[in-house]
Each structure stands twice: as structure tokens, then as C-alpha cells.
Nanobody, 121 residues
Framework: QVQLAESGGGLVQPGGSLRLSCAASGSIVRINTMGWYRQAPGKQRELVAAISSGGSTNYADSVKGRFTISRDNAKNTVYLQVNSLKPEDTAVYYC???????????????WGKGTLVTVSS
């Protein structure tokens, strides 16, 4: 069994910052790409940022220069530093990881339950 657990969401004023964390646990052999997605009310889930096992990153245009994704491979954890937050960043943020489990020959995508980020004055 593999689980992803997010933390760090909350209510923040426009211009503020948060640090989201997501830890993977379970019978893990290898974690490939890890990423953060978000889903705002009435909208589809969208990719925010992703990071490969080697550290290559990519970001949605809407967050470039404001959000930074990083990972600690020793802790099976991915982070998202979110700065200069805007009301339109309000969403549930989901962690995603492509993981090879013990006893499995191929990788599968796993999702966390999400953490709510609300940007409001």
C-alpha cells in the first residue's frame, strides 16, 4: 500500500506565502515524477508544478516566478513554496506521485486527498 499525505494549506491574505508538503509512505521501491495539481471550485484539475527524480522542474505559466517545487528523495517528500498568492490561487491542492511499489513491475500514479488553500482578505 502507498499513501500520500499533504499538509500546509490554510487561509492567507493576498500577497502572502505558504509551504505545502506531501510525504509518500508505504512499500515504495522508487518514486519517479512528483507534482502538485489544483482544482478550484467549478474548474477542472490542473497541473501546477512537477519535478522529476533528477530534479528537473516545470510549472504552469500562471505560477511561474511565484511558486517553487522541490523534493527530498531521502524523505520521499515533495514541497511547494507558494509566494505572492492571489485570490485566483484559491483551490484544493493535490499531490501526485508516480511510484513503483515492492512486488510490482511498473509504476502507478498515486494521489493525496488534497489540502485547501484560500487566498482572501
Amino acid at each position: 500500500q502507498v499513501q500520500l499525505a499533504e499538509s500546509g494549506g490554510g487561509l492567507v491574505q493576498p500577497g502572502g506565502s505558504l509551504r505545502l508538503s506531501c510525504a509518500a509512505s508505504g512499500s515504495i521501491v522508487r518514486i519517479n515524477t512528483m507534482g502538485w495539481y489544483r482544482q478550484a471550485p467549478g474548474k477542472q484539475r490542473e497541473l501546477v508544478a512537477a519535478i522529476s527524480s533528477g530534479g528537473s522542474t516545470n510549472y504552469a505559466d500562471s505560477v511561474k516566478g511565484r511558486f517553487t517545487i522541490s523534493r527530498d528523495n531521502a524523505k520521499n517528500t515533495v514541497y511547494l513554496q507558494v509566494n505572492s498568492l492571489k485570490p485566483e490561487d484559491t483551490a484544493v491542492y493535490y499531490c501526485n506521485a508516480n511510484i513503483i511499489r515492492h512486488g510490482w513491475a511498473y509504476a502507478m500514479d498515486y494521489w493525496g486527498k488534497g489540502t485547501l488553500v484560500t487566498v482572501s482578505s
